[in-house]
T-cell receptor, first 113, second 110 residues
Framework: DSGVTQTPKHLITATGQRVTLRCSPR?????VYWYQQSLDQGLQFLIQ???????AKGNILERFSAQQFPDLHSELNLSSLELGDSALYFC????????????FGPGTRLTVL | SQQGEEDPQALSIQEGENATMNCSYK?????LQWYRQNSGRGLVHLIL?????REKHSGRLRVTLDTSKKSSSLLITASRAADTASYFC??????????FGKGTKLTVNP
């Protein structure tokens, strides 16, 4: 158990809908990263927050947004969902901004029908 | 876009044998990490090797890094059925984000 929690575990929704994925980092970790794992694209970095501020952005679609709250939990919002958004979404956390291992949550499996 | 390519894509061995996976990457790095993923579950960090290191050991794992060839290898010795999983290399370079390879699916047969 990494100490990172993600809810929900599974999410099934329809095209055009909007969903929110939630991540609670390890106690004391200030940095949160979001990754998407899909069959065709593999594991891709989406976005990073550090202490409430956006720090880095990857190949995140404009339909996706994220934020980190004062209690350091983070939410990833996915809107106008398409079939191709079906994937595993992981968050990871680290204590600070650091070149070091990241601690991953169990992921949220999103299925868009 | 992905940084690394793992080789082979899939590997099937018998318990007790050694498993070797290779990873190549494209740009300069601060470190290279290996992660393990059991079927559809979260990623577990295995080992990190920094760009100024050439070899690192952790239990039954041995990692090498050749920055001149932009490649790394992960050796798992005396494999067990419980080692069955997908293994990913990931690099950190100009930022803290991890850039992953496509992974090697390892099957260890009892």
């Amino acid at each position: 158990d990494s100490g990172v929690t993600q809810t929900p575990k599974h999410l099934i929704t329809a095209t055009g809908q909007r969903v929110t994925l939630r991540c609670s980092p390890r106690s004391g970790d200030l940095s949160v990263y979001w990754y998407q794992q899909s069959l065709d694209q593999g594991l891709q970095f989406l976005i990073q927050y550090y202490n409430g501020e956006e720090r880095a952005k990857g190949n995140i679609l404009e339909r996706f947004s994220a934020q980190q709250f004062p209690d350091l939990h983070s939410e990833l919002n996915l809107s106008s969902l398409e079939l191709g958004d079906s994937a595993l979404y992981f968050c990871a956390s680290t204590e600070t901004v650091t070149y070091n291992e990241q601690f991953f949550g169990p992921g949220t499996r999103l299925t868009v029908l | 876009s992905q940084q690394g390519e793992e080789d082979p894509q899939a590997l099937s061995i018998q318990e007790g044998e050694n498993a070797t996976m290779n990873c190549s990457y494209k740009t300069s790095i601060n470190n290279l990490q290996w992660y393990r993923q059991n079927s559809g579950r979260g990623l577990v960090h295995l080992i990190l090797i920094r760009s100024n290191e050439r070899e690192k050991h952790s239990g039954r794992l041995r990692v090498t890094l050749d920055t001149s060839k932009k490649s790394s290898s992960l050796l798992i010795t005396a494999s067990r059925a419980a080692d069955t999983a997908s293994y990913f290399c990931a690099t950190q370079g100009g930022s803290e984000k991890l850039v992953f390879g496509k992974g090697t699916k390892l099957t260890v047969n009892p």
